[in-house]
Every structure is written in C-alpha cells, then in structure tokens.
C-alpha cells in the first residue's frame, strides 16, 4: 500500500461537508479502491464558528485558502468555494505552481479560465480534474475524456439545471405561471445567490462550454454560447407545447458545424416521450452522440450534498491511483481556438400566434411563412372568445434565418395582435 | 511523445473489424487523447480467405491466436474471439503470463473464470480490461470501477440483453406471440447460434455477475444469478401488464443483503413510464444506485460494431495512458466469496389466474392469498366468453416466499384452471 493520499479542502458547504462525511465513513472502501489512504490534512471556509455537520477537530483549520493551497502537508487542493475569479481563481493558480493536484467542482472558473488553467497546470506537471462541475453525480467528464475517447463527438446536449428544470416542470404539473414557480423556488432555496445564473441559462452554459471543449478538441470558450434563459416561457407555451406532444426544456446543443462551432442553451421543445422530454424535477440528463457509440444517455441527479460529492470524490480516487488526465481530454496546447457559428442547422419550429379576427388572416400568415420558405407541418387554431385566437405552428425542418425573417415579417401583416413565439424543436 | 501502442488483434468478426477501421480512420485523435500513437501489430482470425470490409494489409497475419499473445512485438492481446473456455481462455492467460496486457469484449470468461484470471493478471503485473463485455457502448464498467469509488453502492439493475428486449418489445407492438417473434429474431441475425444464451437469460447474466463483483466487492460468481429467460412470457401478459400501465422486461438485479447477495435474472413488470420501462428495441440500460450519489441510468447501444468497438478502443486508450486499474476495482486477494442469497427482497407481485366460472371462486383465491399474509392492492377480472375468467392481481408488498406458498395453495382451490403466472413487479 503507497503512502496516504493527503487533501486540503477549501469551501465547506454542502459539498465540501458531503466531501468530509465520504472520507470518514468510507476509509475502508476507499483505500481498497485507490490502492493507499485517503486523508485530509486541513480544511479552510469563511466561517470557524458556523455549526457544520461533521467532525472537524482532526484537520489543521487554515483561515486563508490561498495558504491552504501551497501547504506543504498537501497533495491535492479541493477547491469548493466556487466562483470564476477572486480567491477561487488565486489559490487554485497557487496550488498547481506549488505542485499541488486541483479538484474543483467550479463550473464558472473552468468556463472562463479553463484554457490557462489547463496551460498552467501542465507547465507545473499537475492536472485539475473536475467531474463535479458538471451534472453533479453523473459521471459525464470521465465518460466523455476516456470512454468515448474512441470517437469523433458529432453532438453534445443536456438539461443541466435542475432549478429550471425544477421551475419548469412544476409549472406543468401546478398550472402555474412562471413567476409563481420562481418565488416557490426562491422561497425552497433552489436559486443562486443571483438567480440569473440559474433562470438566466448561464450556469448551465458554462457546463456546456466545458463539455464543447472535451466533445471538439477546442479551447473552452463560454462566449461562444448562444444563451437565453427561461424567463420569457410562459405557462401557455407548456400547455400548448404538451397538446402537441411535447415538452419545453432549457437545453444546450453544441455541435461542430462545417461553419463553425454551434453552442447554444435555449428554451426547446423536446418529445414528451424521449429521455430528455420525460426528465423531471432537479435530474439531469447529459446525451453524447458519437461516430462509433450512437447515442449515449446518462441520467441522474444535478446537484446536492451526495451526488456532488460522490463526483468530487471519483476525481480524488483517479488521482490516488496515479491516473493522470490532460485537463480536458488533450494537452492544451492541440485545443484549437474555436471558430463560432451563429445557430444555423435547420429545425422544426413550434410558432404561437395571437391572430386578429380578419376575414384572412390565416391566409397572410401562410402566405408569410411561404415567402421565408417555411412550411407547415401541423397547424391548430384554438376557440377563442372576443380576444385574438391562438394560433399554433409547427413548422417542418428550416433554418433559424429563415425563422427570424419570418418573425420579423410577422407583425406587418397587420393581424397579429401580439409578438409571435417561436421556439425550436430540438431533434433528440 | 510516447513510443506507439502495439495491439495485437485475435477475432475479426464484426467487433474486431469495427476496432481495426477506429484506429486507421481515426489515428489522430487517438494519439491526441491517448499521449501516443496507437498502432496494429497483428491480427488472427479463423478464415484468412474471408472478405472482411477493412484494409489488414499492413498487419502481420497470425493463424494461431495462443502465438500471436505472446508475441514480442505486441504490448496488448485484445482478445475478441469469444466463449469461456478454449482458445479464448487460453491465449487470455498466455497473454497474461507473457507480460502483454488484455482488452477483452468476453463476458462468458470473465463471469466464469473472472477471479483466476485476476489473480493470474496481478500475479504478472498486467491488466484485463472488458468495458465492451458489458451493455456494449455504455459506460458502464468504468462508471462502476471508477466514478462512483467513492459509493457504498446499493443495488445495479440493468436490461442487458438487446435481443430479448427487442422480442419483448415487438411482442407488444406488434401483438404477436413469443414463437413468432423469436422466429423473426433468428432470420434478422439477432440471436446467437445457442439461442438460450439470449432467451434463457444466460448471456445477461454473464454480464450481471460481472457487475456485481465491481458494484460489491465479491469474487464474480455466475452461478450464484437465479435466471429465468423470456421464453414463459406470453403476449396475454405482455398486454395485461400494459393494461395495469407496466411493461414486461428482462431485468438483472443484484443487490447486497444482510442474507447475503443476491443475483436475480429474471423477466419483471417495470412501471412503462419509467427510464427502464421506456427502452425499446435492442437498446441497454443499466441502473447503478450509490449511497451518496442516488441513482444513476446509463442508456445506449447495447450490441453492434460501432458501439462494442467504442467501448474496446476506451480500454486500448486507457492503457495507452498508462492507467492501470485492477480488475473488478479492487486487488483480486480482497474481493469476498459472496454467500448467494435466493431472493428475499419483498416486493409487489402480479398474478394472472385463470378462474373457473364457480360461485365463490374470486372468495377461495382471496382466502389463499390472504393466508399467506399476502395483500391485493389492484385485481380485475376481464370479460370471458364460455371459459375461465382471466383475474390479474398486483399484490402490496410480499416476499417470494409467501408468493411460491400462495402459487402451490392455489391450484388445490379447484377454482383455477391453468397454473397461475406470476412476475416480480421490480421498484425502479
């Protein structure tokens, strides 16, 4: 049996407790799986006094995570303060120049730092490895690093935000409006600190980045995605959207184009009956395509104490076993600069619109959607008293230019009461 | 840049072929994500003459499979020739013994003589790798193995055998019987040339054993899985299970009780809106639940070139890496001789019975269950024209035991004209 495998863990939230609570009940099971010990010398968070659900009395208490960092007495620096700079970004920068390992579940800092952080982590001989940033307990960085490492990725996807998720489901199931969930969510504790990172899209962008970067051999690059969070999907969509057999979910494609690299997060429409369309609640789900596998699925849940830790932990047994993995997937110095492609691979199109009562009316829409070039798969007009009538589209397979010349189009038929919708109909 | 990885390739079938066209179509990305060129050696097939659909001219023709494993100018025996015992086995443990490590896709060698070879692995320092010989392109070995080290894992189901989900899938959708289907099977190439390697539940098995000793720490034990195949099941049931809102699959489960473990193969009612109830056709699934990570479903192609030969190539770069696991995720000396428990785990049961048209027979059945301290929590009895009334049963809660005493009361009623069927309904 080599010598004990020593941590420094910085952060001791949910997590970073669930992180100390694997280590002491599990020493056995984990030492047999990683062939040696796992200890953790010192722990640091922003609070001694704070009651925490664990016994901490064995570790070193260091006030400071950049000193934590460089310690001596550590081999590997478990960073779970979270955030894309500040003392994060410092002490996982200090630990890797001091010879130290890095496990971080920082989604945000390996979206905006990633490609130094990987440069700067070779240049010192250590790596950063970080299952937990992405999809909580599913182990969706390893599968796409080394399992499918026999594959040309041709498609990434995945619902990564189990508070949309959440708020989207729950607004289905209770009949409520958006803005009703929001407040259920915010009262549960479900949102960020700064809700936009979750219902604005850009917590889960910054997984799909991460995952573009592993999926295309490119540097990560959260600029380039395409966002727009679930704000503007109301109540009337989802119903509408499930009388036609379908399901609304904040999801993010990327994918490698003959133009570029398409990395979007969006409000789509997805099959009820497909895995992703019958994802509820908080799970996630992450879908990898690729030219020998097909398609793989993997499913579980996003976030939470357990889940998150378990993936924290799977990095620390890989590093305990010697297993040493360029950050993402290929030295960093092959990833190439990724060249982004505005969203242009055709799509069905679900379009609602308010139709004024002309005689008409249906005809100028038609006729609009034909000049762009978009034809009409299924079409539904609903009963509609005084008001304007709903009117339901869902268009065969066309391009989003074609969709937006369409929408621009749209209210200058004069009978169109409000902005039409429109949302893509994402092909899973 | 490291030295090349030198693969020396025994059994060309579909697999084989599939893993030598990846390496020549894809050898950049493959020395990228492996830190050095993976290269063919080698190969050894049956039938030199035989026209495969890959170039081979580059690589040394072997006739005899023993020789090309120890040879001096290969790092590792990719073994895809297949069966537990024979020329398989034995170039396996040459290779072994000859300092070469070994890819195999072989689950009948490893659920059968998983242990020895093992020990015979360590023993020479060298590794056996088998992510192919289990759900095909799924993930799901180095799931198990790895990113979920840090679980006390629970229970792993799986559907694993994609031939007899697609019979018990067309069943349903097309509505015809078993013999039918299974003719259809066998003219499409889906069953292997001993059929009962896939209806009778065999083959899945293999494969279950081979997770429970990762998931539980045990020496791989084939003979310790209860099996039954999928030839009882009848398109009556297939339809009456729909009806109460189930479908009927071949489930795996293993799970670790206090008794002792238990292995179980065997055909289940699972809700059909669940992630397992959902699976069509010959698509796999296996369902890991840890204590700290919840539950966790992986999906994909469970057969098939590309998908089988994804999984191979995960092994090869693996290796090529220089990451070296033991063989079931622990060393070989530690994994426990499983005590085989015959399932005890309660669950609900479905019950159809075919009642003869007596007054008080519904009582007499009633009386029967409730004497073996086994609750009704749904029944219906269907129409019937002249014969026996069919009567379905979903039982609460009960053990095996109580349902084997119940299915041998139940004939001496004199009011059940068949022998009543009865099928496990697995909580998932």
Redesign the interface.
Known sequence: MSAPLRLGIAGLGTVGI?VVK?IQQ?AD??S????RPVTITAVSARDRMKNRDADLSGYTWVEDPVELATRDDIDIYVELIGGDNGVARESVELALKSGKDVVTANKALLAMHGQELAALAEENGQVIRF?AAVAG???VI??MT???????ITRVMGVMNGTCNYILTRMESAGLPYEAVFEEARQLGYLEADPTLDVGGIDASHKLAILSSIAF?TQVSFDGVEIEGIERVSIDDIRRAADMGYRIKLLGVAQMTGRGLEQRMSPCLVPA?S?LG?LQGGTNMVVVE????????????GA?E??T??????D???LA?G?R??VF???AG?LKKPVHARTAVPAAYYLRLALLDKPGALAKVATVLGDAGISIHRMRQYDHQDGPAPVLIVTHKTTPDAIDHAIAELPKTGVIAEDPVELRIEEV
């Open positions: 669930g694997i599990h099971l984990l047999a799986r990683s062939g299952e307990g599913i182990p390893k599968a080394e399992s499918l490492a026999g594959n040309h051999g009956d895995p019958q690729g030219d020998s596998v097909g398609q793989i699925v993997l499913r579980g849940a939470g357990g889940p830790a378990s993936a924290v932990m799977s620390i047994v890989e076993r297993v993995m360029p997937g290929q030295p092959r």
